[in-house]
């Protein structure tokens, strides 16, 4: 038996994590809205397959209600072709991306929808006039970007936060970035999260500012700066979703093996862990844009239809976290 056989033997026999049985996460998001309201939502540029798609769908699940925001004439020659049915829904003719973020965000902005949805524009083409300090969805929040993930190998919903739009952030960005996953994990049901700032290792060390900005942000929410959640770290990934691991290198948290929260530390890392999950792990994303006036949904050309509904079951489970109300 080969070295490598040996090894895969040993990790079928003691795994670090307990797979459950498959996807366990995402169909509770999308039922918990059905006693909801559909969320009124601008639905930028859609002009792929799943973009049109993703909205329709998103449509006939009762999440959303949308306003199709783009050339009025190319959306329908596209939703004729795929075979769906726009004629219910309003339209914002538009013919350049840009105009059309711009007429999305001054829809949400004047209160006119409850969520903004990307379709198959950049999304710095959407997020730019959403930032704009004087026209845009600004809040006292830094707005920062959320990947829910459904996985069977892991038995519990897992946030990783900022994988898509704070680059390098620093301390006081992250602050707001740890405060806006708390404030997701309770509107998705988690009413304590367990929050994992993670690093290559578990002890501060003055040549890593990944480890010195986990101690300090465990000590703010020790002082009451970021509050809802239990904070760890340095926490190493590991140790962070298996409690084996955390058994191994003698580490006694609340936060290790049981994190609902991963704190990465930069976009890079994120968004590279984010994709081995997906890739590798098998894992399902759904995405978020949080900290802006409404919520904004990111869906990928890559998306599955149950990820689509997700991101939209999200943004509708924000929403009433913030604005509670019941369907009559």
Request: charged content about 20%; proline content about 5%; hydrophobic content about 50%.
């Amino acid at each position: 038996m080969s070295d490598l056989a040996t090894l895969a033997e040993a990790v079928a026999l003691d795994p670090l994590v307990d797979h459950p049985a498959d996807y366990h996460v995402f169909h509770k998001f999308i039922q918990r809205c059905k006693d909801l309201p559909a969320v009124t939502t601008a639905v930028v540029w859609p002009l792929s397959d799943v973009a049109m798609k993703g909205a329709v769908e998103a449509a006939l699940a009762g999440l959303i209600e949308p306003t199709l925001i783009g050339p009025r004439d190319q959306m329908n020659a596209l939703a004729a072709r795929i075979g769906v049915d726009i004629s219910a829904y309003p339209v914002v003719d538009t013919d350049t991306e840009a105009k059309a973020a711009e007429a999305a965000v001054a829809i949400c902005r004047a209160g006119n929808a409850q969520a903004l949805m990307k379709g198959s524009l950049h999304t710095d083409e959407l997020l730019k006039p959403a930032m704009a300090r004087d026209t845009g969805l600004r809040t006292a929040r830094r707005i920062s970007h959320v990947f829910i993930m459904d996985t069977p190998a892991y038995a519990r919903t897992l946030l990783i936060t900022d994988a898509a739009i704070n680059i390098t952030p620093e301390l006081e960005d992250k602050v707001h970035i740890v405060q806006n996953a708390i404030d997701l994990a309770h509107a998705l049901g988690i009413p304590e999260p367990k929050v994992a700032l993670l690093s290559a290792v578990e002890t501060v060390s003055p040549k890593i500012k990944s480890t010195l900005d986990a101690a300090a942000l465990c000590k703010m929410a020790d002082r009451g700066q970021i509050t809802g959640g239990i904070l760890d770290g340095p926490l190493a990934f590991d140790t962070a979703v298996s409690q084996k691991a955390a058994k191994i290198k003698k580490l006694v948290s609340p936060v290790t093996g049981v994190a609902d929260i991963l704190v990465v530390p930069d976009l890079e890392s994120g968004n590279m862990l984010a994709k081995q999950l997906e890739y590798l792990g098998g894992a399902q994303l759904a995405g978020i844009v949080l900290g802006a006036r409404v919520p904004t949904i990111l869906t990928s050309r890559a998306d599955s239809a149950e990820t689509r509904l997700t991101s939209c079951a999200v943004a509708v489970l924000l929403h009433y976290a913030a604005h509670p109300a019941v369907k009559v």
